[in-house]
């Protein structure tokens, strides 16, 4: 009698949790059925990527972009939508960029470059010189002034293949894009040339933001990326014979910060409306293509979140808020203005999730969150095994909201099939047609799902 008496007793405790959790399930179910067939997020990127275009911070682009998505956001009937002011760097890559790489008198070979942004202009006729190859800082450093002065630098270390994460290939290599200019300036180099962070071999150069750091504006020099297939050549071509030239002639500028938004909407939570979640993206992109995946497919995955929910007629517990960031490539500017104002007015994000890793395939999320907060994270994982969405792990979430660490909001990034992810990233084939549409949908459903996780059991 004992016994069926404890078996009672464990039926009847696990019953409620049971049923919850069977709730839960058709809900996310009914997320994903409506992202794939009723969703917005496709027609939105081809609008914003085709209409709109490259929307480089401080360009026509950009302000029309934040224009868009104020008035979709507005369309979705929130709680609220309104801009946040942004002051933003505004850099123009001019007319696009020519090189050659000049073995003798009258012989020359063209090769694809762009101009990394941030970078100063050649001089109008263009720049002349020889070419030292490196590798790294410290073998930049060893060389030494008398080696380098009046030279370009030719940084060539490419992303190491045998990486399976390929965003850990591109730290591996990044400083040589943000740093290189600065390093070999104080050598007395006259250029450099980085090879572009991008694991095929294409003819396809990749943009991206360097700094001068505290270079005095006297001593900054042009910097430009060259393709793989590009450095490749060159490479070449200076194991045969290290007296070759090379041209470079770019008419880029800097010019002082304008004015500019980040676009955010919300629906208020009918039981914690003071404890806010938040998903978003970076509105900006680079200049060269249309940024549809860096990071049209994070702005339009984010909106759908709340389209989402305002098509299924859910009502949140807690506040869901939406930011368009402006200024992610080439300043952080909306990041960094948006935590200095959730600070002043003591906002309480309890989490916030950025879409930035292309419009692929999602696996995942990764999170910044301490062990008691991701243990009750992991046992929802059982919620995304059917629809393969299940690498739940700790580290790094997004740019964007990285300014709201403070040790308490947890903070959260999609993550995908990456392996793709740089053969488009900051490049002029960064466009609509490399989007694949269900794909984009599953990433907008995977992150309407972990939302409304949050907003159900909080943290």
């Given at each position: 009698m004992?016994?069926?008496?404890?078996?009672?007793?464990?039926?009847?405790?696990?019953?409620?949790?049971?049923?919850?959790?069977?709730?839960?399930?058709?809900?996310?179910?009914?997320?994903?059925?409506?992202?794939?067939?009723?969703?917005?997020?496709?027609?939105?990127?081809?609008?914003?990527?085709?209409?709109?275009?490259?929307?480089?911070?401080?360009?026509?682009?950009a302000?029309?972009?934040?224009?868009?998505?104020?008035?979709?956001?507005l369309?979705?009937?929130?709680?609220?939508?309104?801009?946040?002011?942004?002051?933003?760097?505004?850099?123009?890559?001019?007319?696009?960029?020519?090189?050659?790489?000049?073995?003798?008198?009258?012989?020359?070979?063209?090769?694809?470059?762009?101009?990394?942004?941030?970078?100063?202009?050649?001089?109008?006729?263009?720049?002349?010189?020889?070419?030292?190859?490196?590798?790294?800082?410290?073998e930049?450093?060893?060389?030494?002034?008398?080696?380098?002065?009046?030279?370009?630098?030719?940084?060539n270390?490419?992303?190491?293949?045998?990486?399976?994460?390929?965003?850990?290939?591109?730290?591996?290599t990044?400083?040589?894009?943000?740093?290189?200019?600065t390093?070999?300036?104080?050598?007395?180099?006259?250029?450099?040339?980085?090879r572009?962070?991008?694991?095929?071999?294409?003819?396809?150069?990749?943009?991206?933001?360097?700094?001068?750091?505290?270079?005095?504006?006297?001593?900054?020099?042009?910097?430009?990326?060259?393709?793989?297939?590009?450095?490749?050549?060159?490479?070449?071509?200076?194991?045969?014979?290290?007296?070759?030239?090379?041209?470079?002639?770019?008419?880029?500028?800097?010019?002082?910060?304008v004015?500019?938004?980040?676009v955010?909407?919300e629906?208020?939570?009918?039981?914690?409306?003071?404890?806010?979640?938040?998903?978003?993206?970076?509105?900006?992109?680079?200049?060269?293509?249309?940024?549809?995946?860096?990071?049209?497919?994070?702005?339009?995955?984010?909106?759908?979140?709340?389209?989402?929910?305002?098509?299924?007629?859910?009502?949140?517990?807690?506040?869901?808020?939406?930011?368009?960031?402006?200024?992610?490539?080439?300043?952080?500017?909306?990041?960094?203005?948006?935590?200095?104002?959730?600070?002043?007015?003591?906002d309480?994000?309890?989490?916030?999730?950025?879409?930035?890793?292309?419009?692929?395939?999602?696996?995942?999320?990764?999170?910044?969150?301490?062990?008691?907060?991701?243990?009750?994270?992991?046992?929802?994982?059982?919620?995304?095994?059917?629809?393969?969405?299940?690498?739940?792990?700790?580290?790094?979430?997004?740019?964007?909201?990285?300014?709201?660490?403070?040790?308490?909001?947890?903070?959260?990034?999609?993550?995908?099939?990456?392996?793709?992810?740089?053969?488009?990233?900051?490049?002029?084939?960064?466009?609509?047609e490399?989007?694949?549409?269900?794909?984009?949908?599953?990433?907008?459903?995977?992150?309407?799902?972990?939302?409304?996780?949050?907003?159900?059991?909080?943290?």
């Open positions: 004992r016994i069926i008496f404890f078996y009672f007793f464990i039926l009847i405790s696990i019953q409620p949790l049971y049923g919850q959790n069977k709730v839960h399930e058709i809900k996310i179910k009914k997320i994903f059925n409506q992202a794939l067939t009723n969703g917005k997020a496709y027609d939105w990127l081809d609008h914003l990527s085709n209409q709109i275009g490259g929307r480089l911070s401080g360009s026509l682009s302000e029309r972009a934040v224009k868009w998505g104020n008035q979709e956001l369309e979705l009937n929130l709680d609220s939508v309104f801009l946040e002011n942004v002051m933003v760097p505004k850099w123009v890559r001019g007319t696009f960029e020519y090189a050659s790489i000049i073995t003798g008198p009258g012989m020359s070979i063209n090769v694809p470059v762009c101009a990394l942004g941030g970078s100063v202009a050649t001089p109008a006729v263009g720049l002349r010189a020889q070419v030292i190859e490196v590798y790294d800082f410290d930049l450093e060893a060389l030494g002034e008398k080696n380098v002065r009046g030279k370009f630098v030719f940084y270390r490419a992303m190491p293949a045998d990486l399976i994460n390929t965003f850990e290939a591109y730290k591996k990044v400083d040589q894009r943000s740093l290189g200019a390093k070999a300036a104080r050598l007395g180099a006259v250029g450099v040339i980085v572009s962070l991008n694991l095929r071999m294409d003819d396809y150069p990749h943009t991206g933001n360097m700094s001068y750091g505290d270079l005095p504006n006297k001593m900054r020099i042009p910097a430009s990326a060259i393709s793989t297939n590009g450095a490749q050549l060159l490479s070449s071509m200076l194991s045969l014979n290290d007296d070759l030239y090379f041209y470079l002639k770019q008419d880029c500028k800097n010019y002082p910060d004015p500019s938004h980040n955010i909407g629906i208020k939570g009918s039981e914690y409306p003071d404890e806010i979640i938040l998903v978003g993206g970076h509105l900006d992109s680079w200049d060269l293509g249309d940024g549809a995946h860096d990071d049209g497919a994070g702005i339009v995955q984010s909106m759908e979140v709340l389209n989402l929910f305002k098509q299924m007629d859910y009502q949140p517990k807690r506040t869901i808020r939406v930011v368009l960031y402006m200024n992610e490539e080439n300043g952080l500017r909306g990041g960094t203005t948006y935590a200095e104002n959730v600070k002043r007015k003591n309480n994000h309890i989490f916030a999730l950025e879409s930035d890793a292309g419009g692929f395939s999602p696996r995942g999320f990764v999170f910044e969150a301490n062990e008691k907060q991701f243990e009750k994270i992991k046992s929802w994982k059982p919620y995304f095994n059917p629809y393969m969405i299940d690498r739940f792990t700790l580290g790094g979430s997004g740019a964007d909201i990285g300014p709201l660490r403070n040790g308490k909001t947890v903070l959260s990034g999609l993550r995908t099939d990456s392996q793709r992810y740089f053969d488009y990233h900051h490049a002029s084939n960064d466009t609509f490399a989007i694949n549409k269900r794909e984009l949908e599953l990433g907008a459903a995977a992150m309407t799902s972990l939302i409304y996780l949050v907003d159900q059991y909080g943290f």
